[in-house]
Each structure stands twice: as C-alpha cells, then as structure tokens.
C-alpha cells in the first residue's frame, strides 16, 4: 500500500481520499506504479485549488454579481464533494465557505445600491412626469407645449429604471398627462376652426356688401360705408389664412374700384375749382391787409361782411387747399369778432357800472387809510405809520388805473 497526508493506493490499486468524514474511493490504477496514481489524483486536485483561486480573485477584484458568485460556488462545492482527486478537500470547503459568506456581503450591497439607484431614477421619473402634468395642464402654446412634451418622452425612455409597481404607477401618469395635453390641444384647434369658419362666413357678407357699393357715385355716403365696413372687418377677427387672403383680395378690389372713381371725379373737379382758389387767396390778402389798418369794430365789421361776400362768390375750394385757406379766413373773422367783444365789454353800462364801483370803493378805502395815517402819527405809532403808508400807496396806484379805465369807457 502506497500512502500519502491526503490519501493511499491499496495494493488491488483501489484509490483513496482523506476527508473529515473519513475515506472514500475516488479511482482505481492499475497502469502503473501507485505513486503515478497519487500524482494523476493529486493534479484533479490542483485543478480544483485553482478554481477556486480564480472565484476568489473575481468576488475581490470584480463587479461579479452576488447571484453569478453564489452559483459558481454552488457549481464548485458539489465538485469539490464529489471530486475524485486527492488533496486537502475540507479546506477548498472552508474557503468555499469563506466565498459564499463575501457573496452573501455583497447580496446586501448590492440591494443597497439597487434600492438608491431605483429611489434615484424614482425621483428623476416623477421629476420627467410632473413636468409633463404641469404642460398638460397650464401650457397654451401648443407647439413649444408639444415639443417639450417629446423632450420629456424622451427623457423618460433615457432615464433609468425604478421598480416594476412604481414604474407602471408612473408611466400611467405620464401617459395620462400626455393624453391630456393631446385632448386640450385638439379641443382648442377644433374651436378654432369653428371660430375662423364664423369668422370667415361673417366676412364673406362684409366681401358681398362692399362689392355691391364699387360702382357708387354717391361719393360721401359710400366713402363713410365703407369706413364702416373696414371697421366691421378689423373687429371681426381672422379666419384661415388662405379664406383671409382671398376674402381681403376681393374687398379691397372693391373698396380700390370705388375710392380710385372717386378719386378720378375729385381730381378732375379740384382743377376746376383752381380758379376759385386764386380768387379767394387775393380775397384773403386784400381782407388781412384792410382789416388789420382798421380801429373801429363797427366799421372793420362792416367791410368784413363785403369781403364774405365776396368770398361765398369765388365758389368752392379745391379739397387740398381747402382747409388751409378756409382756416385762414376763419382766424380773421375771428379777430374781428374779439375785437368786437372787447369793444363791448368796453363800452357796456354794465362794464362803466362795474369801473365806477371800483373807483368808489378804492376812494373809500383811501379815505379811510388817511384817517388811520393820521391817527398813528399823532400816537407816534411808527409801525402803523408804515403799515398805512404802503397800504395807501398802494390802493392810490389802484385808483389811478381805475380811473383811467372809467375815464376811456365815458
């Protein structure tokens, strides 16, 4: 018999190992001396040792998943079990041991970091689906709305994976937010259609009546309809755009037809009336010139009515001069209008009642301040003295230009 620290060959070849649990058969030789026997069941042995080296090397210097290690070790322990080789078989089971006690270390890891990572994409998902809710509820610019609801879709599909129940309770969230923002975005373009079509069927009439007043001659009324009409269309609103670019098409055809006729009949009418224009214009000079010199109202009264008459006479004006020659004529009867009413107001008995009273009382009160003067100065009082002095020069100043005034009124 053949022995070794970890095993022996009987002498009919039979092959044993040593264990804690005692001997077990793991071969039979009968090629050879049984030393060569030993050392083919040794080097079984050392193919194990390495095994486990290399599992150990991978749980210490690797990301091995706990669940891939534990089943390596499962897969190495039932070999070392039932391995036929010789060797020291209850230590590889002790350092399997030690193995399976660093997975179960790195099982609780692992579910640590799980649970973050799962808690940190739970939080960047509610983050992706409130975001979402707020578009669909408060966003009325329905394309940046529309835009930014992809961006999130997107955001959602990068975004990492939280647990399967909190996946789904959030994913229906964002599938409602995004339906949502879809029902509000097609109600609001559908009651916008509508709106345009009113839009566009109110316009239509506007279209109809304005082309009905193209061939007008009856230039005033027709020009203030069509004011009207443009009033209608700004306030109307808008319709689709190709209905409003047609629909405007046609009513300024329209409206153009008739302002151009008109303008044609005024044109031709304004070169009439250039001599009308020259006449009133030497009018005017003539009246700013003889007006100007005369002093008496009465009488610039008087030949300010021969020159309106004359002015009535000339005719109308042409429509560009209109304006600046009819205002200048307007601001010398005004002039002599105000010169009339100052006259008045001069000359009134109610004006000479008004001036009399007022010499009277100035009188009155200048007495009275001599009187006062008098007194203070017999007192010595010269702070009086003062007081009534300047009061007294001044009321006497008054007097002076009241009387003038009453003066030029008789």
């Known amino acids: 018999m053949t022995t070794d620290p970890w095993g022996r060959v009987d002498d009919d070849g039979t092959v044993y190992v040593r264990t804690s649990e005692g001997e077990r058969v793991v071969g039979s030789w009968q090629a050879g001396a049984p030393e060569e026997a030993l050392a083919f069941y040794r080097k079984?042995?050392?193919?194990?040792?390495?095994?486990?080296?290399?599992?150990?090397?991978?749980?210490?210097?690797?990301?091995?998943?706990?669940?891939?290690?534990?089943?390596?070790?499962?897969?190495?322990?039932?070999?070392?079990?039932?391995?036929?080789?010789?060797?020291?078989?209850?230590?590889?089971?002790?350092?399997?041991?030690?193995?399976?006690?660093?997975?179960?270390?790195?099982?609780?890891?692992?579910?640590?970091?799980?649970?973050?990572?799962?808690?940190?994409?739970?939080?960047?998902?509610?983050?992706?689906?409130?975001?979402?809710?707020?578009?669909?509820?408060?966003?009325?610019?329905?394309?940046?709305g529309g835009e930014r609801m992809s961006q999130l879709i997107e955001e959602w599909k990068k975004a990492p994976r939280a647990d399967r129940p909190t996946e789904q309770a959030l994913w229906k969230r964002m599938s409602a937010a995004r339906n949502s923002f879809s029902k509000r975005r097609k109600a609001?373009?559908?009651?916008?259609?509508?709106?345009?079509?009113?839009?566009?069927?109110?316009?239509?009439?506007?279209?109809?009546?304005?082309?009905?007043?193209?061939?007008?001659?009856?230039?005033g009324p027709t020009a203030r309809a069509y004011r009207d009409l443009m009033q209608r269309w700004k306030a109307s609103g808008r319709a689709d755009r190709a209905s409003e670019d047609k629909l405007w098409a046609r009513f300024k055809t329209a409206q153009d037809t008739f302002f151009d006729a008109r303008n044609a009949v005024f044109a031709e009418r304004d070169a009439e009336l250039r001599v009308n224009a020259e006449a009133k214009e030497k009018i005017l000079e003539q009246a700013k010139a003889e007006i100007a010199q005369i002093e008496d109202p009465r009488r610039a009264r008087t030949r300010l009515r021969e020159f309106q008459e004359a002015w009535e006479e000339a005719g109308q004006l042409p429509r560009d001069m209109r304006d600046q020659l009819e205002g200048a004529f307007r601001r010398i009867e005004d002039g002599v209008r105000q010169d009339e009413q100052a006259e008045w107001e001069r000359t009134s008995p109610e004006a000479r009642a008004r001036a009399q009273g007022t010499v009277d009382q100035l009188s009155s009160a200048i007495a009275d301040l001599e009187a006062k003067l008098d007194k203070a100065r017999a007192k010595g009082d010269e702070r009086k003295v003062k007081e009534h002095g300047e009061a007294l020069e001044a009321r006497r100043s008054w007097l002076a230009e009241a009387q003038k005034a009453l003066d030029e009124m008789s």
């Not at 230590?91 to 270390?105: I, K, M, Q, V």
């Not at 649970?115 to 960047?124: F, P, S």
């Not at 509610?126 to 979402?132: H, K, L, N, T």
């Not at 239509?204 to 007043?213: G, H, I, W």
């Open 44 to 144: 079984k042995y050392d193919s194990l040792v390495t095994q486990v080296e290399l599992l150990e090397k991978r749980l210490r210097s690797t990301d091995l998943s706990a669940s891939a290690a534990m089943a390596s070790i499962d897969k190495l322990r039932a070999s070392v079990n039932e391995a036929n080789a010789v060797g020291d078989l209850d230590s590889l089971s002790r350092r399997l041991d030690t193995l399976a006690g660093r997975a179960e270390e790195r099982k609780v890891e692992q579910k640590q970091a799980q649970e973050q990572a799962r808690g940190k994409a739970r939080d960047i998902k509610e983050r992706i689906v409130a975001e979402a809710e707020r578009v669909a509820a408060e966003t009325t610019h329905w394309k940046s």
């Open 188 to 219: 609001y373009f559908a009651n916008l259609d509508q709106q345009r079509d009113e839009v566009r069927v109110a316009k239509e009439a506007l279209v109809v009546e304005a082309e009905s007043m193209s061939n007008s001659t009856d230039w």
